[in-house]
Structures are given as C-alpha cells and as structure tokens.
C-alpha cells in the first residue's frame, strides 16, 4: 500500500512538473506576452538627424565624409560646394542659365555650401548648410538688384524647374541672391526634375546654354502662373 501510494505520489509530481515545463514554453512562444510592454528606445540609439529649413540633412563639411563635394559649374570656368546627385543637377541647371542668360558670372560671384553655425537657422538661408542652396552673386541680395528684363528670365529659369527650386526675391525678408531647393529629400518631383534637366543636357538643342525665348506668351504665362504662387508662400 505504501509503494502505491510512493508511486502515485512520484506521478503526480512528474505530471505537474510536465504541466508547468510545457506552459513556459507556451508563454515564451506567444507573441502576445512578448510585445505586452512597451518597447523603449535604447540609450544607444542615433539622435534625430538635424535638417535645413527645407528637409535635408546638414552636412558639418566638405569634400570629405560628407555628400556636399566642391563641384564644376560645366561651361563657366567656376566651381561651387552644392550636394551631389539630384541637387547638383537642379541647382548647376539655374547657375549655368543665370550666368548664360542674366549676366556673366565669375568666381566672387557665386558661393555654395555655409556651415550652419554662419547662418540663421530655420531661415531659408539655412538651406546652404545642407547643400541644396546656392548664392548668386552674393552681395546683391537687396530687393531691386535685378533690372527688369533680368527678372523675366530668372522667373523663367523657375519655372523651368517647376517650382522645385524657390527664389529668395519671394522670401520675406527678401534674398535675392539665394535659390533652393523648395521640396524635401524624398521627393519624386526632385528626382524628376533631375532626370528631364538629365536628359536635356546631353539632347541638341536642349538643356542650359541653349537659346529660348523668354518673352514667348506660353514661357511667359507659365512663369507668371509660378511666381503668383510662390510670391503668396
């Protein structure tokens, strides 16, 4: 009687230890206790990366580890610190148009890339620090340095671009002397305008340098159409 009762004592014990071995492991596998707590960040974690007014990251140098390289303004015998890639294609397209079309640029003439520390941060200005900015002629930034004809061909250089790079002539206070990018890094109309600006440098007939008439009703109106908007923002 007394082994019996050793022997169902010896069951039970295994039975519960089984019943509790197998709840663990169905705890352990069920993705609901596993993501019951909040998950928090750890303290090792990047902090957020710092942007210019318009998106895109800042850049602390040049033409190192970094995506802001001092580059040729093809054409022009000038060289200017701008981000590569798409940036690069939008902005050389507006210098080399500006500097064919407004007036003769040279090398005091044009400056790219600040370091933010030098700039008004949260300002449009700001947007140089990130590589997406360039200063044409920098010491006319004044209201009115543009004579009138002039004017008509930078609004048609914008709207070349489709309102993807804005004039600091529609900034308050105004700057005419910036022109930056106006969309954000994931932007797909960035990413067009490079490529069409792309294409048409390497189609005769096409892309900056090449004559068009700026005082054609059509360019006129879309430029007209550009500048109504932008000037309101």
């Known amino acids: 009687m007394q082994q019996d009762t050793r022997d169902v004592s010896r069951r039970t014990v295994l039975a519960r230890a089984g019943i509790i071995a197998a709840a663990a ?7 609901s206790v596993a993501t019951a707590a909040p998950i928090k960040a750890s303290k090792g974690a990047p902090a957020e ?8 990251p800042l850049e602390q140098q040049t033409n190192h580890i970094s995506t802001v390289w001092t580059r040729p303004v093809p054409g022009s015998g000038l060289e200017v610190d701008i981000r590569i890639g798409d940036a690069e294609a939008i902005l050389l ?51 009115g340095s543009l004579f009138p004809l002039q004017e008509v061909v930078v609004r048609d250089i914008l709207a070349d671009c489709g309102g993807v790079v804005r004039w600091g ?24 305008l490079a490529r069409t600006l792309r294409r048409g440098e390497v ?27 932008q000037r309101e923002r």
């Open 25 to 31: 492991t169905v705890a352990t596998l069920t993705p």
């Open 49 to 56: 990366v710092p942007t210019s007014a318009n998106g895109w």
């Open 93 to 143: 397209h507006v210098v080399r148009r500006f500097h064919y079309e407004v007036e003769q640029l040279h090398t005091v003439d044009i400056a790219g890339w600040q370091a933010i520390g030098e700039l008004t941060k949260n300002a449009p200005e700001s947007n140089l620090a990130s590589g997406t900015a360039v200063r044409i002629r920098p010491g006319a930034a004044a209201q």
């Open 169 to 192: 002539g529609d900034d308050n206070p105004v700057d005419e002397s910036l022109f930056y990018l106006d969309r954000g890094p994931n932007s797909h109309e960035v990413r067009d």
């Open 203 to 229: 189609t005769p007939g096409q892309g900056a340098g090449n004559a068009v008439d700026v005082m054609a009703r059509s360019r006129r109106d879309r430029a007209n159409r550009l500048a109504e908007v």
